[in-house]
Every structure is written in C-alpha cells, then in structure tokens.
C-alpha cells in the first residue's frame, strides 16, 4: 500500500484545518504557507456610538495595520449577556455590593 502524505478527500476536522505550527507568540503557520494571527479587541458599544467616533476608529485601526493589498481581515462579534441592573435603578457607591 503506497503512503499518501495528504488525503484526497477530507475525513474529519483536522483534514479542514489549515494549521501547522505557532512559530510565534499568537502567530500560527498554516499547512499553505501562510500566517494567521489573531487578537482581542473591544470596541465601543455600537448602540450609543456616534458617527465620528466610528470614522475615527476606523481610520486609527486603518493605520496601525497598514496591511496594503493582498490581505483579508476577518472581524467576528461575540456578544455576552450584560449584568443585571440594579432593581432600584440607582448606582452603587464603592462601599455597595455589585450583585
């Protein structure tokens, strides 16, 4: 039986996946020569953003990338469940329990 080193078809998920190596902190090497990173972002919150204040924000995550052509950015969103407001509507002060 001859050794195939790559299968024709895909079997399961690893035969889906294209990472081979971390050659750097947050930086994986891909089984195409290619290079993924990734990193953590909070933004602002959308609801109560002003026009402004998202063309600033794009325009400064435009120059710190400076990525030119050739590049794909892929942007996830994960949403989480906020914590429950307080029955009485008021603020806690320091001295207060936030639960």
């Known amino acids: ?15 889906l996946l294209l990472y081979d190596s971390l050659i750097e902190d947050g930086i994986l090497l891909l089984h195409d020569g290619g290079l ?5 972002f909070r933004g602002p919150d959308l609801g109560s953003a002003t026009a402004a204040e998202m063309s600033t924000l794009s325009a400064r995550l435009g ?3 400076r990525l030119g052509s050739g590049w794909m950015v892929q942007c996830e969103s994960i949403r989480s469940q906020a914590l429950a407001t307080r029955r009485d509507s008021s603020f806690p002060t320091p001295s207060q329990d936030y639960r």
């Open 1 to 15: 039986m001859p050794f195939i080193e790559h299968r024709r078809h895909a079997v399961g998920l690893a035969d």
């Open 63 to 65: 120059a710190i990338l």
């Open 36 to 40: 993924l990173a990734g990193w953590k």
